[in-house]
């Protein structure tokens, strides 16, 4: 997610209720996905409150086993909603 401008909140706004799925992750240099880190859990929690508690959310981080809990807490620092919306594949 990248810098987060009123515009797009006001767009979120409008369509919020046609979101199928957000998908939480971030995107390095070399266009693969990494884990959140703080500027990104930062931009998310912006938007967060504009996004309805029933649209899944899809984390595409890379991590390691043991990195798996740590990047879902911050998935949820990021998007505050009940912990029943983060399913694991």
Do not use: W
């Not at 998310?44 to 990047?71: C, K, W, Y």
């Amino acid at each position: 997610m990248g810098v987060v401008y009123k515009a797009e909140d006001a767009e979120l706004g409008l369509f919020a209720e046609r979101l199928c799925q957000v998908h939480v992750s971030e995107v390095n240099s070399a266009s693969q996905h990494d884990r959140l880190s703080f500027s990104a859990v930062l931009a998310f929690e912006q938007v967060s409150n504009l996004i309805p508690g029933q649209t899944p959310l899809i984390i595409e981080s890379r991590v390691q086993a043991q990195e798996i809990d740590p990047e879902i807490e911050s998935v949820k620092r990021a998007i505050f909603r009940d912990a029943s919306a983060l399913m694991s594949a």
